[in-house]
């Protein structure tokens, strides 16, 4: 069964870099079977899809959000990164890392617990 | 980007009863939708892919339906552990979108 499981500071400064890590067990970010997604969800509100990344290390990232966010592969600790710059109030939210299996009919079916980034000085 | 309506964006219900809730597409999208449940302070939880498949472990008390741009979730007998907010999520292109929620609650 596989477990995703975020982590970083809780807390960043406003035009500060936010620093998110995903760790995955029970299957391989080296593997051309899955995407890993970041999503995220604003206190009280909606969810937000921010991009993925695939094992050969192409991404994709939603354009509202692109000039912004970096995302990583580290395949020996099986993690999988996001990296989102110059960060102001709006974008305090749980960020969820996910899983999205290769297969067309599939979407996220697996989620990390999410962790919650306040961006504050 | 695929604007994804749902609605109602509230719902009181009681236990036992059917209740349907609904997700309008702004542009025809085939059967690329799912549907999610999240408690409060929980991650999303897939119940529904490609329009009606039942993802493994959800009770059948859930479905799915539709094709193009109308979708719907249906809980046939509702459950207490039903009580939750209910995502629509499409994924037929780039950037996925989500529905803004509905919210079931005990009446």
């Known amino acids: 069964q596989v477990q995703l499981q975020e982590s970083g500071p809780g807390l960043v400064k406003p035009s500060e870099t936010l620093s998110l890590t995903c760790t995955v067990s029970?299957?391989?970010?080296?593997?051309?079977?899955?995407?890993w997604h970041w999503i995220r969800q604003p206190p009280g509100k909606g969810l937000e899809w921010i991009g993925y990344?695939?094992?050969?290390?192409?991404?994709t990232y939603n354009p509202s959000l692109m000039s912004r966010v970096t995302m990583s592969l580290d395949t020996s600790k099986n993690q999988f990164s996001l990296k989102m710059t110059s960060v102001t109030a709006a974008d305090t939210a749980v960020y969820y890392c996910?899983?999205?299996?290769?297969?067309?009919?599939?979407?996220?079916?697996?989620w990390g617990q999410g962790t919650l980034v306040t961006v504050s000085s | 980007d695929v604007q994804m309506t749902q609605s109602p964006s509230t719902l009181s219900a009681f236990v036992g009863d059917r209740v349907t809730i609904t997700c309008r597409a702004s542009q025809g999208i085939s059967t690329y939708v799912a549907w999610y449940q999240q408690h409060p302070g929980k991650a999303p939880k897939l119940l529904i892919y490609k329009a009606s498949n039942l993802e493994r472990g959800v009770p059948s008390r859930f479905s799915g339906s539709g094709f193009g741009t109308e979708f719907t979730l249906t809980i046939s007998s509702l459950q207490p552990d039903d009580f939750a907010t209910y995502w629509c999520q499409q994924y037929v292109i780039y950037p996925v979108t989500f529905g803004g929620g509905t919210k079931v609650e005990i009446k």
């Open positions: 990344i695939f094992y050969s290390g192409n991404t």
């Open positions: 029970g299957d391989s970010v080296n593997s051309d079977k899955s995407y």
């Open positions: 996910t899983r999205r299996l290769r297969i067309a009919a599939r979407t996220f079916d697996s």
